[in-house]
């Protein structure tokens, strides 16, 4: 499946659209990852297991949004943005969404089929 941050596949007419396509999910650190989380507050510095837990979550909330292209119909998403919020303050826990348009894309003349 093509994924784009852009509006338009190079090579590619769309030929319908099938909607808002979305990903979500909610993740907390765990235990460990808060008290590391924490030292690092009063001391500074990279916080690494925050990130691989961002960088998990980005993750998941994209492999919903594919998953829920798919359900629709659509072979492709174009403008994919992600978005992230804190949930109950004081870093509790982190909303990651990832969003875009699920369309239905075929090749130009010359191209090669779209990735399923």
Known sequence: MFVTTTFTIDG????QYCGLVRGLIVRAP???QGIMGGLKN?????IGAYTEMCEQARQQAFDLLVEHARQVGANAIIGMR???SDVGGKGAATEVLCYGTAVVVEPLAG???PPR
């Open 82 to 84: 992600y978005d992230a």
């Open 30 to 32: 765990t235990i460990a």
């Open 42 to 46: 009063i001391i500074g510095g990279h």
């Open 12 to 15: 590619y007419r769309i030929t």
């Open 111 to 113: 191209s090669p089929p």
